[in-house]
């Protein structure tokens, strides 16, 4: 059985920095066409943020480039997003998802597994 654990959430400052995990079980990270990190802030539709394929290409939304880094270390089966100079519109509960295809993986719709989140909470 797949599962995706999301860990590194918390409160921070503006212009602070957070690390976010997502530890995979029942399946190799390796193995996955793509994983991705989504959120949702209250009232607000999930969105993507960013992606990893398995040829570590990386796609991320406008709103968090060149804040944001998304990385994975096989070893540890483990997926990180690295966020640096939040804001408060960063806020949100942060998701980790999976796909088996590497296509079209910054898709809320798209995404075969997912964690349960990870709350992100950013003061001004």
């Given at each position: 059985?797949?599962?995706l654990v999301e860990s590194g959430g918390g409160s921070v400052q503006a212009g602070g920095s957070l690390r976010l995990s997502c530890t995979a079980s029942g399946s190799l990270i390796s193995e996955y066409g793509c994983m991705g990190w989504f959120r949702q802030a209250?009232?607000?539709e999930r969105e993507g943020?960013?992606?990893l394929d398995r040829f570590y290409i990386r796609t991320y939304a406008d709103s968090v480039k060149g804040r944001f880094t998304i990385s994975r270390d096989s070893a540890?089966?483990?997926l990180y997003l690295?966020?640096?100079s939040v804001k408060p519109e960063d806020t949100a509960v942060y998701y980790c998802?999976?796909?088996k295809t590497?296509?079209?993986c910054l898709t809320v719709a798209g995404m075969d597994y997912w964690g349960k989140g990870t709350l992100v909470?950013?003061?001004s």
């Open positions: 059985q797949v599962q209250p009232g607000q943020v960013a992606s540890k089966n483990t690295q966020m640096d998802a999976a796909k590497r296509f079209g909470t950013i003061s």
